[in-house]
């Protein structure tokens, strides 16, 4: 008798090399409201997930767990230039984790000549270039160890064109991310 296929995609939180399959949640999808990418002006962010999950989120760069990061329980204002991680759960189902960053486009004290951009030419300009987002937490770039991040590739402004992954990034070179 064969083993009959799952009704609903699983989650295997640990490998079973050379044995049965165990340990596996069905897979929960989150739903955002407000897509990553440039904000004009303050918005909020409505997340949804199914009944009986619980979602956690962060704006601090770590990644929301089972026991990390705020409950949600009303949409998220987003008023600065911000990185939202969601993860929802439940006793027998997870999500993964999902990155959306927010950008204002205001400039700022690094531009050369300020005086000589407006906001509006300045705004327009950061619509013009594609932005990619890695986000992690800064102190965890010390050394060559790969390092749990989250990347998004942001290619149309005003649409839902991107796309955010999960991945691992390193530190290399002469540590000159340190002094920007």
Same mark, same amino acid.
């Given at each position: ?18 044995? /049965? ?19 004009? /002006?303050?918005?909020?962010? +409505? ?6 999950? %619980? ?17 949600? %329980? ?5 008023? +600065? @230039? +911000?990185?939202?991680?969601?993860? /929802? ?20 004290? $690094? ?6 951009? @407006? ?32 990347? $998004? ?28």
């Amino acid at each position: 008798q064969p083993t009959p296929l799952p009704t609903a995609l699983t989650k295997f939180l640990d490998g079973t090399p050379n044995a /049965a399959n165990a340990g596996g949640r069905r897979y929960v999808k989150i739903t955002n409201s407000l897509p990553r990418g440039i904000l004009s /002006a303050p918005a909020s962010a +409505t997340l949804t997930s199914p009944v009986g999950t %619980t979602i956690r989120y962060t704006t601090n760069n770590s990644f929301p767990s089972r026991t990390n990061g705020i409950i949600y %329980t009303q949409p998220i204002p987003i008023t +600065t @230039t +911000t990185v939202l991680k969601t993860f /929802a759960y439940s006793a027998n189902s997870e999500s993964k984790t999902e990155s959306f960053t927010y950008i204002f486009p205001v400039k700022g004290p $690094e531009l050369t000549f300020p005086n000589l951009v @407006t906001d509006a030419q300045y705004e327009n300009g950061m619509k013009l270039l594609p932005i990619v987002s890695l986000s992690t937490t800064l102190d965890t770039l010390d050394n060559r160890t790969e390092k749990r991040a989250s990347f $998004e590739y942001i290619s149309k402004f005003g649409t839902n064109t991107s796309i955010g992954v999960n991945c691992g990034v390193r530190g290399y070179g002469n540590d000159s991310y340190i002094f920007s």
